[in-house]
């Protein structure tokens, strides 16, 4: 069984910064891509930022310039470094993964979310 744990979150005024993490823990054989996604209530879930194995990165446009995806391999642990926070950037922000697992079948896994409230 995999699990994936985000902490981080929290409160933060317009302007700073908060840091992200999601653990992957339990059968993983190797992780892919991994992802951070948002969402806000009466609204889809989006795409923040993405890292696929070999280290490729792609953004929403609304964040790029602003934060940072990256990952540690050897922890099976992936961040967003968010800077120059906005206002709309309040969401739950949630980890996805695709992972591999001792029978070498790949499953895409989900994490339960953490809230970032940015507000005076």
């Known amino acids: 069984q995999v699990q994936l744990v985000e902490s981080g979150g929290g409160l933060v005024e317009p302007g700073g910064s908060l840091r992200l993490s999601c653990a992957a823990s339990?059968?993983?054989?190797?992780?892919?891509?991994m992802g951070w996604y948002r969402q806000v209530p009466g609204k889809e879930r989006e795409l923040v930022a993405r890292?696929?194995?070999?280290?490729?990165?792609n953004y929403a446009e609304s964040v790029r310039g602003r934060f940072t995806i990256s990952r540690d391999y050897a922890k099976n642990t992936f961040y967003l470094q968010m800077n120059s926070l906005k206002p709309e950037d309040t969401a739950v922000y949630y980890c996805?993964?695709?992972?591999?697992?001792?029978?070498?079948?790949?499953?895409?896994?989900w994490g339960n979310g953490t809230l970032v409230t940015v507000s005076s």
């Open positions: 996805n993964a695709d992972i591999i697992g001792p029978t070498y079948n790949m499953m895409n896994y």
């Open positions: 339990g059968n993983i054989f190797r992780i892919n891509d």
């Open positions: 890292i696929q194995s070999f280290g490729y990165t």
